[in-house]
């Protein structure tokens, strides 16, 4: 089936620094991947849509210049957190479009801000 | 607005027994749905999903029930196993972008 891989899994970085985090779509093309935020013990919120050649959409509420995301070829969406401060903490996740056969998700990015 | 809900937080069952998680939406024009799994620590793994033409698909000792009627979406999970011991979530999906309920944590009972 699909794969996607997200990296780093983890990630602890110094508050003020910016983090990339990548997500591949290993085995099939996807012009469009999608960005999750998950707060612990809370649901998933779709932070951003990444589009393949052009600029993300993000939802109401999140911050572009802080979310910064660059889907630069048809297997790479990268989510670059910038300035990262301790409210940043989170699981962030990626998914992608499976070529119209469903919505495969990556692992998942914990990222940790000190 | 729409919203996805699911109608409890939490689950306990003996292994070996059924498991029946539900999800009630609240947009009516929502066409494809979708349970998944995620286990601590993991992203959401797809488990199965449903188009409004559809009430009912099977999967592997999984079942997924649609009533659209009062926007109810159900996961029947049969002969529970340690392994299925999760936090479950129902999505609805527009256009690619998912909105997901709040998760039900199961926890089957050896």
Same mark, same amino acid.
């Given at each position: 089936?699909? /794969?996607?891989?997200?990296?780093?899994?983890?990630?602890?970085?110094?508050?003020?620094?910016?983090? *990339?985090?990548? +997500?591949?779509?290993?085995?099939?093309?996807? =012009?469009?991947?999608?960005?999750?935020? $998950?707060?612990?013990?809370?649901?998933? !919120?779709?932070?951003?849509?990444?589009?393949?050649?052009? *600029?993300?959409? &993000?939802?109401? #509420?999140?911050?572009?210049?802080?979310?910064?995301?660059?889907?630069?070829?048809? =297997?790479?969406?990268?989510?670059?957190? =910038?300035?990262?401060?301790?409210?940043?903490?989170?699981?962030?996740?990626?998914?992608?479009?499976?070529? #119209?056969?469903? &919505?495969?998700?990556?692992? #998942?990015?914990?990222?940790?801000? /000190? | 607005?729409?919203?996805?809900? %699911?109608? %409890?937080?939490?689950?306990?069952?003996?292994?070996?027994?059924?498991?029946?998680?539900? +999800?009630? &939406?609240?947009?009516?024009?929502?066409?494809?749905?979708?349970?998944?799994? $995620?286990?601590?620590?993991?992203?959401?793994?797809?488990?199965?999903?449903?188009?409004?033409? !559809?009430?009912?698909?099977?999967? $592997?000792?999984? @079942?997924?029930?649609?009533?659209?009627?009062? *926007?109810?979406?159900?996961?029947?999970?049969?002969? @529970?196993?340690?392994?299925?011991?999760?936090?479950?979530? +129902?999505?609805?999906?527009?256009?690619? *972008?998912? @909105?997901?309920?709040?998760?039900?944590? %199961?926890?089957?009972?050896?």
């Amino acid at each position: 089936g699909a /794969v996607v891989s997200q990296h780093p899994s983890r990630v602890i970085c110094k508050s003020g620094t910016s983090v *990339k985090i990548e +997500c591949r779509s290993l085995d099939f093309q996807a =012009t469009t991947m999608f960005w999750y935020r $998950q707060f612990p013990k809370k649901s998933l !919120m779709l932070m951003a849509t990444s589009n393949e050649g052009s *600029k993300a959409t &993000y939802e109401q #509420g999140v911050e572009k210049d802080k979310f910064l995301i660059n889907h630069a070829s048809l =297997t790479l969406s990268t989510l670059t957190v =910038t300035s990262a401060h301790p409210e940043d903490s989170s699981f962030y996740i990626c998914s992608a479009d499976d070529r #119209g056969y469903g &919505y495969t998700f990556g692992s #998942g990015t914990r990222l940790t801000v /000190v | 607005g729409e919203s996805v809900g %699911l109608h %409890l937080p939490t689950l306990s069952v003996q292994e070996g027994d059924n498991s029946i998680i539900n +999800c009630a &939406y609240s947009n009516s024009a929502s066409d494809y749905f979708i349970w998944y799994k $995620q286990e601590s620590g993991k992203g959401p793994q797809f488990i199965i999903d449903i188009r409004s033409n !559809m009430d009912k698909r099977q999967g $592997q000792r999984v @079942t997924v029930l649609l009533n659209k009627t009062v *926007k109810h979406l159900s996961l029947q999970i049969a002969a @529970t196993q340690p392994g299925d011991s999760a936090v479950y979530f +129902c999505a609805e999906n527009i256009g690619g *972008k998912s @909105t997901f309920g709040d998760g039900t944590t %199961l926890t089957v009972k050896p």
